[in-house]
C-alpha cells in the first residue's frame, strides 16, 4: 500500500446501521485469517455466530470505529464495550493487514475511554503478537465465553489507558 492510498482512508464512528456491513466483514476475517489458529470446526462455529445482541447498543453509544476507503469500502473496524473496559472486536479486511489500519483503529477506540483505564481483551491467538506490539500485556491464557454458545481459546490482555499529559 502506497502512502496515498494510506491517507484516503478515513475513520468515523460506526454505527447500528453499519452492523450487517462489520459482521460480514467480521465473519470473512475469521475465515481467512483466523484459521491459522483454530481447527475448522472452530472456525465453522466461529463463522457462523450472529452479531452481538449488544451491538445496537454499544454502536448507538459510540463504542465503535469504522475504517473506509474513500469509495466508501469498509476496510476495518474496531468495538469497545465502554463501561466494562474491554476491547470487543477489532478486524482489518485481510487485503489491508499489516498496514498500520489495526493499531489506527486500536488507538482511536482506546481514546474513548477516560485516561489511566485499564483496558482489557480476550485475545484472539492470532491477534496476541497485534495486541503485544500495542502495549498490551498477557495475563493468561483461557477460553472465552463466545455469545455464539463455544468457547474460543484466547488470550487474556490488558494495558493501563495513557494519562492526559498536563
Known sequence: MSHGQAQAIRLRPATPAD??????LRTRCVREVCRSHYSPAVIAA???SPAPAAYP??????AGVL??????R????????LEGNEIDGLFV???????GLGGRLLRAVEAKLPPG???HVAAALNAVGFYQAHGYAVLRAGRYPHPGGFFLDCVFMAKQ???AVR
Open 19 to 24: 452492523i450487517d456491513a462489520l459482521w460480514a
Open 46 to 48: 466461529w463463522a457462523a
Open 57 to 62: 447498543r454499544l454502536l448507538g453509544g459510540g
Open 67 to 72: 475504517a473506509e476507503a474513500a469509495d466508501g
Open 74 to 81: 469498509l476496510l476495518g473496524f474496531a468495538v469497545a464495550d
Open 93 to 99: 479486511d485481510p487485503e489491508h493487514h499489516g498496514a
Open 117 to 119: 483505564t485499564r483496558i
Open 161 to 163: 489507558v495513557a494519562l
